[in-house]
């Protein structure tokens, strides 16, 4: 049993030392080069999985490496000869003391060896957080228990047509569920979509997220987290593998971005999606990784800006350049990298001389790098990055605060907040990132502080970082912002109000109303909207006057989710609105109340130049119990767009 400890050790050992190599080169490349995602994804799949390798090949092989380490085996507490060391200068055995290089227990130890005892505790570690991931996949399952397959309507044709225009095989299972936020795909041939997605998404936006989800499952994104899981919780001992599950589900998301954008050719209509299913997130992940629309947060603005850049596409070259370079180093790690090996003993049961029985050992055997097994880095990484916030270039403080971000480690929370009041404003804007990203209480009043300085970027970092709290953030030094004369400060502390709830901050919120930047009047309407106040309906049907669309489309929703009056002058003119999305959801309020004199128009926007508005009207008009409605819907059936009969066709068919 002690033998077997032993050599799971040494197997584990040589898995910290070639893991710690490869994932920090990994770490180091994609960092130094800015890789595409492509090569990037390969990199750290490859990092991760090589060190599960190598270490069992040099062992199997018996490789003799540059820098072998043998653990040395304790001594029994029987009779242990006097050994006569065939290297000068060497100090001979004691019952206290083995050699580095050669144990000679005499009889079997009366208790377990410290191999045993390490390799069982780390097996008990182990076990429990595996058994806790997959408790935490048990409460996932849990929570979509509720979910319902989808076998008809939009949805359905839309996914069907995706599947043959992408020339994807495999079965897929399309469900629906009101449990959760954003799309995810589930295995391998599952997706599941919250019921928002069909009221809340229009045709384009719905097929861009089924795309999305579709290239999930082609690239069995949901298999590869779940292993990036097992192993990071398997080898705890090793916190780089949490850093490359991480870098796993960022690369997963560019690439199924890229790949919806490739297959549906529209990156608009994804972005739009993107930034609609951010709004619907308000409760907490689903608790274990899994290859979603929008599960990363904090991952939409990067995503966005790349959907949005169209000169981001990754090249396959690229990638097999990698995957050249990845294989290379993968057998320079077999060959060279460091080997722990179990100490080998002479056996004897008499105090005898026992020089003849060792074998010879060379000098490099018993250097002082062979006496003690390399233990695991998580602490010396922490700890030097710690060291480097302290460094005479900013260049250096920044990038160690921004590595302790991603490590999470927690014991670089403290060193971090410190970091707040560094003199370079690059270096107090990244700090404050990483300490979003540990979402840990002690940050909320430095990063509170931080409001109020000088640099623009490091108020809009402040005020980002400050979202990632759902309790103990004030209200007061964020309402000061409203007034800030940058206008991404205001919106951003427009929605961070709007996040914390501050019901208290309404009236300086609704004081913006007229504000010169629309993205910051835009974000003002839907603030006023969430806070579910019917007080502030007036000045939301103000903003439906706006010069910029998109504002009066946000007044139209806002006032819709009040269910506030709008007035049927008001509601006909927004039906004739010059935008689209303002006809279309002036079109789905006429149609959700029931606005009787709104058929005329309703039955003209059936020949709208848009045809998510023509579906809408359409749409609208089944909602109407009143013979004209119906007898526009009998209309609808010639239209020539497909989607308005079929629309007109489910909308006849129920009752009247």
């Known amino acids: 049993m002690n033998a077997v400890a032993a050599s799971l050790l040494a197997w584990l050992l040589t898995y910290a030392i070639h893991s710690t190599v490869l994932l920090g080169?990994?770490?180091?490349?994609?960092?130094?080069?800015?890789?595409?995602?492509?090569?990037?994804?390969?990199?750290?799949?490859?990092?991760?999985?090589?060190?599960?390798?190598?270490?069992?090949?040099?062992?199997?092989?018996?490789?003799?490496?540059?820098?072998?380490?043998?653990?040395?085996?304790?001594?029994?507490?029987?009779?242990?000869?006097?050994?006569?060391?065939?290297?000068?200068?060497?100090?001979?055995?004691?019952?206290?003391?083995?050699?580095?290089?050669?144990?000679?227990?005499?009889?079997?130890?009366?208790?377990?060896?410290?191999?045993?005892?390490?390799?069982?505790?780390?097996?008990?570690?182990?076990?429990?957080?595996?058994?806790?991931?997959?408790?935490?996949?048990?409460?996932?399952?849990?929570?979509?228990?509720?979910?319902?397959?989808?076998?008809?309507?939009?949805?359905?044709?839309?996914?069907?047509?995706?599947?043959?225009?992408?020339?994807?095989?495999?079965?897929?299972?399309?469900?629906?569920?009101?449990?959760?936020?954003?799309?995810?795909?589930?295995?391998?041939?599952?997706?599941?979509?919250?019921?928002?997605?069909?009221?809340?998404?229009?045709?384009?936006?719905?097929?861009?997220?089924?795309?999305?989800?579709?290239?999930?499952?082609?690239?069995?994104?949901?298999?590869?987290?779940?292993?990036?899981?097992?192993?990071?919780?398997?080898?705890?001992?090793?916190?780089?593998?949490?850093?490359?599950?991480?870098?796993?589900?960022?690369?997963?998301?560019?690439?199924?971005?890229?790949?919806?954008?490739?297959?549906?050719?529209?990156?608009?209509?994804?972005?739009?999606?993107?930034?609609?299913?951010?709004?619907?997130?308000?409760?907490?992940?689903?608790?274990?990784?899994?290859?979603?629309?929008?599960?990363?947060?904090?991952?939409?603005?990067?995503?966005?800006?790349?959907?949005?850049?169209?000169?981001?596409?990754?090249?396959?070259?690229?990638?097999?350049?990698?995957?050249?370079?990845?294989?290379?180093?993968?057998?320079?790690?077999?060959?060279?990298?460091?080997?722990?090996?179990?100490?080998?003993?002479?056996?004897?049961?008499?105090?005898?001389?026992?020089?003849?029985?060792?074998?010879?050992?060379?000098?490099?055997?018993?250097?002082?790098?062979?006496?003690?097994?390399?233990?695991?880095?998580?602490?010396?990484?922490?700890?030097?990055?710690?060291?480097?916030?302290?460094?005479?270039?900013?260049?250096?403080?920044?990038?160690?605060?921004?590595?302790?971000?991603?490590?999470?480690?927690?014991r670089a929370v403290p060193s971090l907040i410190a970091v707040l009041t560094d003199s370079d404003a690059e270096v107090r804007a990244t700090a404050t990132d990483a300490l979003a990203d540990f979402e840990d209480p002690r940050a909320i009043d430095p990063i509170v502080a931080l409001l109020k300085d000088p640099v623009t970027d490091v108020r809009k970092n402040a005020l980002n970082a400050l979202s990632h709290w759902e309790h103990g953030v004030p209200a007061a030094p964020v309402i000061a912002l409203l007034d800030d004369p940058d206008a991404e400060v205001r919106h951003g502390a427009v929605d961070l109000l709007d996040h914390l709830e501050a019901r208290s901050a309404e009236p300086a919120i609704a004081r913006l109303i007229h504000d010169p930047n629309s993205d910051v009047r835009r974000a003002v309407v839907q603030a006023m909207g969430h806070m579910n106040d019917q007080g502030g309906a007036a000045a939301i049907t103000e903003a439906l006057n706006d010069a910029n669309p998109d504002v009066r489309h946000q007044a139209l929703d806002a006032l819709n989710d009040l269910k506030a009056p709008i007035t049927e002058a008001t509601l006909l003119k927004m039906m004739t609105d010059v935008d689209p999305d303002v006809r279309q959801a002036a079109a789905h309020i006429a149609g959700e109340r029931s606005v009787v004199a709104a058929i005329p128009a309703l039955r003209r926007m059936i020949d709208d130049p848009k045809s998510d508005v023509r579906e809408a009207a359409t749409e609208a008009l089944g909602n109407i119990a009143d013979p004209a409605a119906r007898s526009a819907l009998r209309a609808a059936l010639q239209s020539p767009d497909p989607k308005v009969r079929r629309a007109a066709a489910e909308a006849l068919g129920q009752e009247p």
Request: proline share 6%; hydrophobic share 50%.
């Open 25 to 410: 080169i990994a770490w180091f490349v994609t960092r130094r080069w800015r890789l595409e995602p492509s090569a990037s994804d390969l990199l750290w799949k490859i990092a991760l999985l090589a060190p599960l390798v190598t270490g069992t090949i040099q062992s199997r092989l018996e490789l003799s490496t540059p820098a072998a380490v043998r653990l040395p085996v304790a001594a029994s507490s029987a009779a242990v000869p006097t050994v006569a060391s065939p290297t000068a200068g060497l100090p001979t055995a004691s019952p206290t003391a083995a050699s580095p290089t050669a144990a000679l227990p005499t009889a079997p130890s009366s208790g377990p060896s410290l191999p045993l005892v390490v390799v069982l505790l780390w097996g008990f570690v182990a076990f429990a957080s595996s058994l806790y991931y997959l408790a935490r996949r048990l409460i996932l399952v849990g929570r979509l228990a509720d979910r319902r397959a989808v076998s008809d309507g939009a949805l359905v044709a839309t996914l069907a047509e995706l599947k043959q225009t992408t020339g994807y095989r495999r079965r897929v299972h399309l469900t629906m569920a009101r449990t959760i936020s954003s799309p995810v795909a589930l295995g391998l041939s599952e997706i599941c979509v919250p019921e928002l997605a069909i009221s809340e998404l229009g045709m384009e936006q719905q097929r861009s997220m089924l795309a999305h989800e579709l290239a999930h499952l082609a690239r069995r994104d949901s298999v590869w987290l779940a292993g990036a899981s097992l192993i990071e919780r398997f080898f705890f001992f090793q916190p780089l593998n949490k850093l490359a599950r991480r870098e796993l589900e960022t690369t997963a998301e560019y690439l199924s971005d890229e790949w919806a954008m490739q297959k549906t050719g529209s990156a608009v209509s994804l972005a739009k999606c993107l930034a609609t299913v951010a709004e619907w997130i308000q409760a907490s992940p689903l608790g274990v990784p899994v290859a979603g629309l929008a599960e990363r947060r904090s991952l939409l603005v990067s995503r966005i800006a790349r959907l949005l850049d169209a000169r981001r596409v990754s090249s396959p070259a690229s990638r097999l350049g990698w995957a050249a370079v990845a294989l290379v180093g993968v057998m320079v790690t077999i060959a060279a990298a460091p080997r722990v090996s179990q100490g080998v003993a002479a056996v004897t049961t008499t105090s005898v001389d026992t020089t003849r029985a060792l074998p010879e050992v060379s000098s490099s055997a018993v250097s002082p790098k062979s006496q003690v097994a390399p233990a695991p880095q998580d602490t010396g990484v922490v700890n030097a990055l710690i060291a480097r916030l302290k460094d005479d270039n900013a260049s250096v403080r920044r990038a160690a605060a921004q590595s302790l971000g991603r490590l999470g480690d927690v």
